[in-house]
């Protein structure tokens, strides 16, 4: 059985295959000003910041499964014509949610954009609805504390 892994890099063995191994697909945003992205820092993983997204919803195309899910976890609307995306970046992982006790096989889609336009970035760290959210600057980036497949992503990104 291949491991799946939690936001945190711990590999988890499922002890049979079942129907919470199930594919899902996500799309996540990082949204870059200067040197700086966005992340959020979920109530429900206090220690791990991550970029905000997630699943997408049938009907949904990536991009607006991304907006929608950006607006909900960062409490910010952007709005698509004001969104430069500079690269994409897919993935499927194996992820073990821990907060709900399910496996799933995960393609996932993270964006990364800047916005044309209002600047977004400030020095605070806001609340939002399930947590808060905040810039890191790429000398801030802990790739080690961070959500381990959103932390790939952004490797990618920089690379």
Same mark, same amino acid.
């Given at each position: 059985?291949?491991?799946y892994?939690?936001?945190?890099?711990?590999?988890?063995?499922?002890?049979?295959?079942?129907?919470?191994?199930?594919?899902?697909?996500?799309?996540?945003?990082?949204?870059?000003e200067?040197?700086?992205?966005?992340?959020?820092?979920?109530?429900? @993983?206090? %220690? +791990?910041? #991550?970029?905000?997204?997630g699943?997408?919803?049938?009907?949904?195309?990536?991009?607006? $499964? =991304?907006?929608?899910?950006?607006?909900?976890?960062?409490?910010?609307?952007?709005?698509?014509?004001?969104?430069?995306?500079?690269?994409?970046?897919?993935?499927?992982?194996y992820?073990? @949610?821990? %907060? +709900?006790? #399910?496996?799933?096989?995960?393609?996932?889609?993270?964006?990364?954009i800047?916005?044309? $336009? =209002?600047?977004?970035?400030?020095?605070?760290?806001?609340?939002?609805?399930?947590?808060?959210?905040?810039?890191?600057?790429?000398?801030?980036?802990?790739f080690?504390?961070?959500?381990?497949?959103h932390a790939?992503?952004?490797?990618?990104?920089?690379?």
């Amino acid at each position: 059985m291949r491991p799946y892994y939690d936001r945190y890099g711990a590999a988890h063995y499922p002890d049979v295959e079942n129907d919470t191994m199930r594919p899902r697909m996500g799309a996540w945003i990082a949204l870059r000003e200067g040197r700086h992205i966005l992340m959020v820092i979920a109530d429900n @993983a206090h %220690d +791990v910041p #991550e970029l905000p997204g997630g699943g997408v919803e049938v009907g949904e195309s990536l991009w607006q $499964g =991304a907006l929608r899910e950006f607006q909900e976890e960062a409490n910010i609307t952007l709005m698509p014509n004001n969104c430069e995306i500079i690269a994409e970046y897919k993935q499927t992982v194996y992820f073990y @949610a821990d %907060d +709900v006790d #399910e496996y799933w096989n995960y393609d996932q889609t993270y964006f990364l954009i800047q916005q044309t $336009g =209002a600047r977004l970035y400030h020095e605070s760290v806001d609340s939002v609805p399930e947590g808060r959210r905040l810039w890191l600057s790429a000398e801030e980036l802990d790739f080690s504390a961070m959500h381990y497949f959103h932390a790939m992503a952004i490797k990618a990104f920089t690379k």
